[in-house]
C-alpha cells in the first residue's frame, strides 16, 4: 500500500464500529447499566410506596414473576419495557396514595330523622333569592317492624343575626302528614318561600317533629339579594 502501510482493516482505528460483535457487547453493557439504575428507582419507589405521607400503611399488589421470555431479548439482555410498566404502576400508586382522600357527592349525607335510633343527621342548608322559594327534603327513616303512623313534621320561624325573621307560616311542609311503615323510609319535602321584603343574610331555625321532643334538624336558609 501507499507509505508501506499493508496493515488490515483490523489496524484502522474506526474499524470497530463495523464490528458486529463489539457493537452486541456495547449494546449489552448500556442495557445493562439502563436496567441497574431502573432496579434502584424502583427499590427506591417501592420504599416510598411503602408508607403513604399521610402517615398510613399503603397496599401494595405484588407483581406476578416475569416470564423468561419477559427477561431476555434477542441479544441476551433483560428485557426493560416489563420494568418501565412496573415502575409506572408503583410510580402512579404512590401519587394517588398521596392525594387527598375527599368524599364524592353521592356520599354526602342528606338530613334524616331516625325514628328507631331516636337520632337526626344532618342539617337542611338551602338557599334561594329574596322573592323566590327554596326547597330542601328530609328523610325519615323506620328500620323497626311497628308501623309509626302518620308523621308530621313542624319548621319553626326562621332568624337572622340582625333580627331579621321569616315567619313559620312561610314554611311549607308537603306531604303534611305522611304514613311511616314499618322497614321504610319516607321523604318529605320542605319548601320556604322568600318575600321581596325579606332582607338578604342567613337565617336559622329548627325542623321538629310532632310528638318526638327528641327529634330535631338544623335549619339554615341564605337569603341573596333579589336579582
Not at 76 to 84: F, K, Q
Not at 127 to 133: F, I, L, R
Not at 155 to 178: T, Y
Request: proline letters at 7%.
Amino acid at each position: 500500500m501507499v507509505g508501506g502501510n499493508n496493515g488490515e482493516i483490523h489496524d484502522v482505528p474506526w474499524a470497530s464500529i463495523f464490528d458486529p460483535a463489539a457493537n452486541v457487547r456495547a449494546l449489552t453493557a448500556v442495557q445493562a447499566e439502563g436496567f441497574r439504575a431502573a432496579s434502584e428507582l424502583v427499590d427506591r419507589f417501592v420504599r416510598m410506596v411503602a408508607t403513604r405521607p399521610d402517615g398510613g400503611a399503603a397496599t401494595v399488589r405484588q407483581a406476578s414473576p416475569l416470564s423468561d421470555e419477559q427477561r431476555a431479548d434477542l441479544l441476551g439482555a433483560t428485557d426493560v419495557e416489563p420494568l418501565i410498566r412496573s415502575w409506572w404502576a408503583m410510580a402512579g400508586q404512590f401519587l394517588m396514595g398521596g392525594a387527598p382522600q375527599t368524599p364524592s357527592p353521592a356520599a354526602a349525607m342528606s338530613p334524616t330523622l331516625d325514628f328507631t335510633g331516636a337520632g337526626a343527621t344532618g342539617r337542611l342548608a338551602f338557599e334561594t333569592e329574596a322573592g323566590d322559594s327554596a326547597t330542601a327534603e328530609v328523610w325519615l327513616h323506620n328500620s323497626a317492624d311497628g308501623d309509626l303512623g302518620r308523621i308530621r313534621l313542624r319548621c319553626s320561624e326562621l332568624m337572622a343575626h340582625d333580627g331579621s325573621v321569616i315567619e313559620a307560616a312561610a314554611c311549607r311542609i308537603h306531604p303534611k302528614a305522611i304514613p311511616v311503615p314499618g322497614r321504610s323510609s319516607r321523604g318529605v319535602g320542605i319548601t320556604v318561600k322568600v318575600t321581596r321584603k325579606v332582607k338578604p343574610g342567613l337565617y336559622r331555625g329548627t325542623v321538629l317533629v310532632e310528638g318526638r321532643s327528641d327529634l330535631w334538624l338544623p335549619v339554615a336558609l341564605t337569603v341573596r339579594p333579589a336579582s
